[in-house]
C-alpha cells in the first residue's frame, strides 16, 4: 500500500479523553475513530491488526478441534427468559423491540443462543463431545466505558461452547481450552498467566482468568515466577496428551490478582526470591458450569443406558478487540507502538526521504514492487512530507522494519534498515535486499 493511497487519519496531539497508552497510541496512530461513547470505528490500519488478531484465535480454535460458526448479534428475549437471565442481567444489556413488538436484545453472550442450537440439533450421547465457537461484535451497556477499545461498550470477542455427557468429560474440554488459550497468546508474544476467577453472572464452579503482564496494566498481580518457565513447553503439548497433568502444573503455582491477593498465602506458598507483583490485563475468561443452562433450557441427550441426561457445559471467551489495547500495553516506547511481527498491519515500512528526486523514486518503485512480488505487506511511505515527519510517523504506527530510501542510498548504493524494537540500524546494498527479505523471512522477523 502506498501511503499516498491510504488513509491514516494521524494526530499531533493526544486526544483529551484518552487515559491509558494503548486508547492515547490508537487514536493518535488513526487506528481508530470514536463513535460515540464506548463506541468506535475501526479504521484501515486498526482492522489490519484486529483481522491478524481474529485469524490467530481461529487458527488455535481450529487446531484444538473446535467447529466455527457465527450466532447473530440480535437474539430473542425468550431464550433468556427460560435461563432465568433476562430479569438478572442488569442495565448492561440492551433491549429492543421489532416492528411486531417482539423482545430482543443486543447480545452481550451467547450461552442461550447456542443452547437452543444445540438442543434442536443433538440428541444422543454418540454425538459428544461437541465444540462451537464464533467471532462476534457484542454490545454491553457500561456505565462508563473507558480506556479506548480496553473497555468498550461494543467490541469483538470468540467465545466457545462445551457439550459434554457429564462432569468429568466436561473437564476435560474444559482442559483443551486452557491449553489452547496459552498457546494463543503464545504466539502473539505474550505472557500469559491463568489465574483461578470467579465465575460471576456466567455461573459455574470451575473458572480461570488469563491475564498478561504488562507494565500499564488494570489491576496489581501476585504470582510465582517459576510459572513464567511453562510458557515455553506449551508449543509441544498435544491435545491427546493427558492435559490435566498440564494443567496441574500450571495450577501448582501461585497466582493470584489483587482482590484475591493473600499475603500470608503468598509467602507460605513462594520463596521470597520467587515473588513476582506486576500490572496484568485480562485478556480471556473461562467457564465449567455444569447443568446450569442444560437443565433450564431442557438441552438433554439420550445416554448409552436409553436414559435423558442434561449436558454439562462451558464457555470460553477471548477479547479479541480488547487484545488490541493489551498489546499495545505492553509493547511501546515514548516514540509509539512496537508490534510483535506476528499482528503488526505491515511488515515493512518504506520511507522515501525525497520523493521529489527522480533516481530514488525510481529506486523506490523498484524496492516496493520486489517486496509484494514477494509477498511482503508493505506501506510505501511515499508523500511529500519531511523527513523528521516520515520519521516520526513511522515509529508512531510501530511497524517491525524500516527500509530508508535517500541522498545515502545514490551515493552508496545501501538502504538503511532500522527495527523498531530495538533500534538497531544496518545497512544492505540494495542488489543484497533480496538475499536480506528471504534471510527476515525465513526468521520469522516479518
Request: with cysteine; net charge negative; aromatic share 10%.
Amino acid at each position: 500500500m502506498r501511503l499516498s493511497n491510504f488513509f491514516l487519519p494521524v494526530l499531533k496531539e493526544t486526544p483529551s479523553e484518552a487515559e491509558i497508552i494503548s486508547h492515547q497510541l490508537m487514536m493518535r496512530s488513526g487506528m481508530i475513530s470514536q463513535s460515540s461513547s464506548g463506541i468506535y470505528s475501526w479504521l484501515p490500519l486498526g482492522l489490519k491488526v484486529l483481522k491478524k488478531i481474529e485469524n490467530i484465535v481461529r487458527d488455535e480454535q481450529n487446531k484444538a478441534g473446535v467447529n466455527e460458526i457465527l450466532m447473530p448479534t440480535i437474539q430473542p428475549a425468550d431464550l433468556w427468559k427460560e435461563s432465568g437471565r433476562y430479569d438478572d442481567y442488569g442495565k448492561e444489556m440492551l433491549r429492543i423491540q421489532d416492528r411486531q413488538e417482539r423482545e430482543m436484545l443486543y447480545g452481550p453472550t451467547n450461552e442461550e443462543q447456542v443452547t437452543d442450537i444445540f438442543r434442536r440439533s443433538i440428541k444422543s450421547y454418540k454425538d459428544l463431545p461437541t465444540l462451537l465457537y464464533h467471532i462476534q461484535w457484542k454490545f454491553r451497556d457500561e456505565l462508563r466505558p473507558r480506556f479506548g477499545v480496553m473497555r468498550g461498550r461494543e467490541f469483538l470477542m470468540k467465545d466457545a461452547y462445551s457439550f459434554d455427557l457429564d462432569h468429568d468429560e466436561c473437564k476435560k474440554s474444559y482442559y483443551k481450552f486452557f491449553i489452547s488459550y496459552l498457546k494463543t497468546f503464545r504466539r502473539m508474544g505474550l505472557k500469559a498467566i491463568p489465574m483461578a476467577a470467579e465465575t460471576g453472572p456466567i455461573g459455574g464452579d470451575l473458572s480461570h482468568e488469563f491475564v498478561i503482564i504488562s507494565d500499564t496494566g488494570e489491576s496489581d498481580i501476585y504470582f510465582d515466577k517459576r510459572i513464567l518457565s511453562e510458557d515455553s513447553k506449551i508449543e509441544d503439548v498435544a491435545y491427546d496428551n493427558d492435559l490435566e497433568q498440564v494443567v496441574q502444573q500450571y495450577n501448582n503455582y501461585y497466582t493470584a490478582s489483587d482482590e484475591k491477593f493473600d499475603q500470608t498465602e503468598f509467602d507460605n506458598n513462594v520463596a521470597k526470591d520467587q515473588q513476582t507483583k506486576s500490572k496484568g490485563i485480562e485478556v480471556g475468561h473461562i467457564f465449567s458450569f455444569g447443568t446450569k443452562y442444560s437443565e433450564a433450557m431442557k438441552a438433554n441427550v439420550l445416554t448409552s443406558e436409553g436414559k435423558q441426561a442434561y449436558v454439562h457445559m462451558g464457555s470460553y471467551g477471548i477479547g479479541i478487540s480488547r487484545l488490541v489495547g493489551a498489546i499495545i500495553e505492553s509493547s511501546h516506547d515514548t516514540k509509539g507502538i512496537i508490534w510483535p511481527n506476528v499482528v503488526s498491519p505491515f511488515d515493512i515500512g518504506l520511507i522515501n526521504l525525497k520523493s521529489s528526486d527522480e533516481k530514488i523514486n525510481n529506486i523506490c518503485d523498484d524496492i516496493y514492487s520486489n517486496l509484494l512480488n514477494e509477498n511482503v505487506d508493505v506501506l510505501y511511505d511515499d508523500k511529500k512530507d519531511n523527513p523528521g515527519v516520515k520519521f516520526s510517523k513511522m515509529d508512531l504506527i510501530g511497524l517491525p522494519l524500516q527500509m530508508i530510501i535517500g541522498n545515502k542510498t545514490i551515493e552508496t548504493n545501501e538502504v538503511e534498515i532500522k527495527y523498531r524494537k530495538s533500534g538497531e540500524v544496518k545497512y544492505i546494498k540494495v542488489e543484497n535486499l533480496p538475499n536480506f527479505v528471504q534471510e527476515i523471512k525465513k526468521s520469522s522477523a516479518i
